[in-house]
């Protein structure tokens, strides 16, 4: 597949609602649209660097300089014959995954459009609908969150997740348990707390919760060891995965007991298909994580989502929990069962909007060998 020219866009989309967690609040997202032209193709991707440094030191800024002279000039002007290939290409950059994983998205979505097939067969999935849940911004109290909660629920959501930070915490929790005494609900804290908030979490311990995402340190490993030794809950890590290694080490230590996969703080669709391989031989669940992506994420997100060791529903919204309108279509949403299909057209499955894409295009740039 001959790699003839590649795009990328820094767009800004308005959220339908601003977003609070320990980092802060957000009332849009920027992220970088990747384009790939190939064998007769265009292939998409989506980097998940933001406009801040709150949680990566990855920006949208760092991410177009990667992209611009070091990820995009190794693989322009080349016929690749497969993805290991493109990534051997760019192996000496270090760090840099939501780069990375921008500009690998685009190309496993052209050549499984070169190739006739779904990114989810050609990633190995195995559903054709997949679990999904939402994720819930801090809330200015228990009562608001509560009919947060009612609403989603209410569109056929079957999985909540809560974001904490030091005082929007156990109070929440308990209200909701009180509500809602059979929810599937998860929190996350975004590292936002310490080991000196251990009896935060053995309180936290008894409210029935399908796991604990991130409360220590975003680089962590050793002392979530320590906190998941002491808790029946299971901690869940994200901002602490950056790799395979990194996930060995935390299961080897105890560290967590389920694993989030995000491709873009991963580096991709590849390395989280190793990270999902190996979490399966050891019998440790894995759900997919969410960056508010646009549609063109998502579709990723989705289709990566159907191999068969996402057990756990993921942050994976309808396209209207985020954004009035999204720059693809069919936008996504959510069945009545709580479950969103898998599109089974080559490639992501679903057709780019045009019009909108340039609506919320900050800036762009093509490149051509």
Not at 93 to 121: I, N, P, Q, Y
Not at 132 to 154: M, T
Request: glycine share 8%; proline share 4%.
């Amino acid at each position: 597949m001959l790699i003839e020219r590649i795009e990328i866009r820094h767009i800004k989309m308005d959220l339908v609602t601003p977003f609070v967690t320990s980092m802060g609040t957000e009332y849009d997202e920027e992220h970088i649209i990747v384009s790939v032209d190939a064998g007769g193709v265009k292939g998409w991707g989506e980097s998940v660097a933001e406009g801040t440094p709150f949680y990566s030191y990855e920006t949208v800024s760092t991410a177009w300089h990667i992209l611009k002279d070091f990820l995009i000039p190794s693989v322009l002007g080349k016929d690749m014959t497969g993805i290991d290939e493109a990534i051997s290409s760019y192996s000496k950059v270090r760090g840099h995954m939501m780069a990375k994983a921008g500009l690998e998205a685009a190309l496993w979505d052209a050549f499984a459009k070169t190739r006739g097939v779904s990114l989810s067969k050609m990633l190995g999935g195995v559903r054709e609908k997949i679990p999904v849940g939402v994720s819930i911004g801090i809330q200015e109290s228990p009562a608001k969150l509560i009919k947060k909660v009612e609403g989603y629920l209410s569109e056929g959501y079957k999985r909540i997740k809560i974001k904490i930070s030091p005082c929007f915490d156990i109070q929440f929790v308990e209200a909701l348990r009180k509500e809602f005494p059979e929810l599937l609900l998860q929190v996350d804290a975004n590292s936002a707390y310490t080991l000196k908030d251990l009896n935060l979490f053995k309180i936290m311990d008894d409210f029935n919760l399908i796991l604990i995402e991130q409360p220590l340190g975003y680089e962590d490993i050793y002392d979530h060891s320590k906190l998941q030794h002491v808790l029946k809950t299971p901690i869940c890590l994200d901002e602490s995965i950056h790799s395979l290694d990194d996930t060995r080490a935390a299961i080897e230590l105890d560290s967590c007991r389920v694993i989030n996969i995000k491709p873009g703080r991963v580096g991709g669709f590849t390395e989280s298909k190793l990270i999902h391989d190996y979490c399966a031989s050891k019998n440790i669940p894995v759900w997919h994580g969410g960056m508010l992506e646009s549609g063109i994420g998502r579709a990723g997100n989705v289709a990566l989502a159907s191999l068969p060791n996402f057990i756990l529903p993921g942050d994976i919204s309808g396209s209207r929990r985020y954004y009035k309108q999204d720059i693809v279509e069919p936008e996504f949403v959510v069945n009545a069962d709580g479950t969103m299909d898998v599109p089974v057209k080559p490639g992501i499955g679903i057709e780019v909007n045009m019009k909108m894409l340039d609506f919320v295009t900050i800036r762009s740039e093509s490149f051509r060998k």
